[in-house]
């Protein structure tokens, strides 16, 4: 597994990210929606990933990727949480669900799930906070988890 904050990632790490992000959320789920929104590159921001090639010097690509970013005092959140169809299954969403948790550090946190997801979030503390609602027309739903768990 791989961290960096925003600060901290090269050019070459952001697009292999991004171009991960873009083949589940825009190309898999036909999402047309601008996933570039400015705090991918905050200091507060905290990328976690896992590359498709973990020696050292490997080939730079990301096969699952969470992000975690600084919602005020007290507050944190996590998105862009996916994984490539060719890795899906082997449990990498739960390795960088724990280690996103790991920074939270006490702080409670939001989560726009998507609602076939729901159940799998409860399974880490969050629970349903609201109503369900169509993003990008997919529907999903808040979830919060309450700081301190």
Not at 33 to 60: E, Q, Y
Request: proline share 7%; hydrophobic share 40%.
């Amino acid at each position: 597994m791989r961290r960096a904050t925003g600060d901290e990632l090269d050019a070459r790490t952001l697009y292999a990210l991004l171009k991960l992000r873009a083949e589940v959320f825009i190309a898999e789920q036909q999402s047309p929606w601008l996933d570039v929104d400015g705090r991918d590159l905050a200091p507060s921001t905290v990328h976690l990933w896992l590359p498709d090639d973990p020696a050292p010097g490997g080939t730079g690509g990301a096969v699952a990727t969470v992000r975690v970013t600084d919602e005020g005092p007290g507050l944190a959140a996590i998105g862009r949480v996916c994984a490539a169809p060719s890795h899906r299954g082997r449990g990498l969403i739960g390795e960088l669900m724990t280690a996103a948790l790991a920074e939270l550090d006490g702080r409670a946190c939001l989560l726009e799930a998507q609602s076939h997801l729901e159940s799998m979030y409860t399974k880490y503390g969050f629970a349903r906070e609201g109503d369900e609602f169509i993003e990008d027309g997919i529907p999903h739903v808040p979830m919060r988890r309450p700081a301190g768990v």
